[in-house]
């Protein structure tokens, strides 16, 4: 299953993000940009 964050692909837009850096890491490594993350959803109990 793919699931796509999108706040992770905007921020992957914002100079000096966490999210930019890691795309810039991980380009410049030749590696392929995989992260595991599973939703927040404390707020919705």
Avoid: F, R, Y
């Amino acid at each position: 299953m793919i699931c796509l964050d999108t706040n992770d692909l905007i921020l992957g837009l914002v100079p000096g993000s966490h999210e930019s850096t890691d795309l810039i890491a991980w380009a410049q490594a030749e590696e392929t940009p995989i992260v595991q993350k599973t939703a927040d959803t404390s707020a919705d109990k």
